[in-house]
């Protein structure tokens, strides 16, 4: 099979690790500058997520710019199935914390209208950042998993 942008070893393999990790460290440290987070399960769900991200998405993006540097292609059964099977962890709890995430920052800013005392700002960008990191990650998981499938 050959290698598709996108997939372990590629270009678009480090891109869109890269981009994770980005967006995820941008989640992570937006949400702990807000002082009041840890007040609500929600938002510490999302710092916990973005925290893995962070470090499942380093690990890989150093890992696919070694096998680019080398040469080196990613297509072990073994390796790709590890790769499948992080990105889909990683990426479900990005997902189920930025959609819970969202759900509060809905609930605290339209219908309470408490955007005054809280930190909506930080919440909403926090929120975004991590559907930002799970769009980069729901790629990664689908060619894994392609390409696992198809072998």
Same mark, same amino acid.
């Given at each position: 099979?050959?290698?598709?942008?996108?997939?372990?070893?590629? !270009?678009?393999? /480090? =891109?869109?690790?890269?981009?994770?990790?980005? &967006?995820?460290?941008?989640?992570? +440290?937006?949400? %702990?500058? *807000?002082?009041?987070?840890?007040?609500?399960?929600?938002?510490?769900?999302?710092?916990?997520?973005?925290?893995?991200?962070?470090?499942?998405?380093?690990?890989?993006?150093?890992?696919?710019?070694?096998?680019?540097?080398?040469?080196?292609?990613?297509?072990?059964?073994? !390796?790709?199935? /590890? =790769?499948?099977?992080?990105?889909?962890?990683? &990426?479900?709890?990005?997902?189920? +914390?930025?959609? %819970?995430? *969202?759900?509060?920052?809905?609930?605290?800013?339209?219908?309470?209208?408490?955007?005054?005392?809280?930190?909506?700002?930080?919440?909403?960008?926090?929120?975004?950042?991590?559907?930002?990191?799970?769009?980069?990650?729901?790629?990664?998981?689908?060619?894994?998993?392609?390409?696992?499938?198809?072998?």
């Amino acid at each position: 099979m050959r290698d598709l942008q996108g997939m372990p070893g590629t !270009v678009g393999g /480090l =891109f869109l690790r890269v981009s994770q990790l980005l &967006s995820a460290a941008v989640a992570l +440290s937006v949400m %702990a500058t *807000a002082s009041d987070f840890p007040s609500v399960t929600a938002f510490c769900y999302l710092v916990a997520a973005a925290g893995l991200q962070s470090v499942w998405s380093f690990v890989l993006a150093i890992v696919d710019a070694y096998a680019l540097l080398v040469g080196r292609r990613l297509q072990n059964s073994r !390796v790709v199935s /590890l =790769f499948a099977v992080g990105d889909g962890i990683t &990426s479900t709890l990005t997902f189920a +914390s930025a959609c %819970a995430s *969202a759900g509060i920052t809905v609930l605290i800013s339209n219908d309470l209208g408490a955007c005054g005392e809280n930190h909506c700002v930080e919440f909403e960008t926090a929120t975004a950042m991590a559907f930002l990191s799970w769009f980069g990650a729901l790629p990664s998981f689908l060619l894994n998993f392609w390409s696992l499938a198809s072998k």
